[in-house]
């Protein structure tokens, strides 16, 4: 497929602000034609899947505030940011959650996927179990990098193996906000056309981590279930997570406290 130059927003998105940060108004059907479209037309930029945790955290992090802001689509990943769409009048919206995301192109035929994250071991597992889940999936590059600051040096070479590999997709499994920040920092030297971060999506599909059942995810449920799995790991996120939300968004639908509307970035068009 042609290479064109970066780009750093869709072309006419329907969007809100939500808390500083530019929501797509999507479902999992409009992502993935918006995805094939632009891959097909040769266009480079990375998608961020959100939730309210990223929304929140992006509040003391203005990096992760700017990644989101410079990103080519951010989707829906949790039902509270559907519930705001619907409610802002994109009554079609629908979760984007990364898993099925990851599916359904993984099971477009023609296209070459590459992961990046996680541990070789997790990545065997993944690729194999991905082999019975999408079958027309081409693998041809998996990088587990080490759980540490890269050096210049590997931070080259794992540059030069995505890019050697020609993949169409990088999945990167690195964990909000980290593999959010890496998408944002290596977009310029990554020359497939789309980055995509899925988060726990390596884990579900490798088998090592339970999915919600549907109902509990279309209830906005599911943060209460990962945390009855995995309590003294992920209690503290919730306790600040949940009401945090809650509070801001308060702020923001009473005009209490202004969240400044993300940059327009023009598009750059394929040649």
Not at 202 to 223: I, K, M, S, Y
Request: with cysteine; hydrophobic share 40%.
């Amino acid at each position: 497929m042609t290479r064109a130059t970066p780009v750093s927003a869709p072309a006419s998105p329907g969007e809100i602000n939500l808390l500083g940060v530019k929501v797509s108004a999507l479902d999992l059907e409009s992502a993935t034609a918006r995805l094939l479209a632009a891959i097909r037309a040769g266009r480079r930029g990375y998608v961020c899947l959100c939730g309210a945790h990223g929304l929140v955290d992006s509040q003391s992090m203005p990096e992760l505030r700017r990644a989101y802001n410079e990103a080519f689509l951010v989707t829906p990943d949790g039902m509270p940011l559907v519930w705001e769409l619907r409610r802002q009048g994109h009554t079609d919206a629908g979760r984007v959650y990364g898993p099925d995301l990851m599916l359904e192109l993984m099971r477009e035929p023609g296209l070459r996927h590459a992961l990046y994250g996680t541990t070789e071991h997790t990545l065997a597992k993944l690729e194999h179990r991905l082999k019975e889940l999408a079958p027309a999936a081409t693998i041809v590059c998996r990088i587990a990098p080490p759980f540490r600051a890269l050096t210049p040096e590997e931070e080259d070479k794992i540059t030069r193996d995505l890019n050697a590999a020609d993949a169409d997709l990088i999945w990167v499994g690195l964990g909000a906000p980290k593999q959010e920040l890496w998408m944002a920092r290596m977009r310029e030297r990554l020359t497939a056309p789309m980055l995509i971060g899925v988060g726990a999506a390596f884990d579900f599909h490798a088998g090592n981590t339970p999915q919600a059942p549907g109902w509990v995810q279309q209830r906005g449920l599911e943060w209460l279930y990962r945390l009855s799995r995995e309590p003294r790991r992920l209690w503290r996120r919730y306790v600040r997570v949940v009401p945090g939300y809650l509070y801001l968004l308060a702020l923001q639908r009473t005009g209490l406290r202004g969240f400044a509307a993300p940059p327009q970035i023009e598009v750059q068009e394929a040649p």
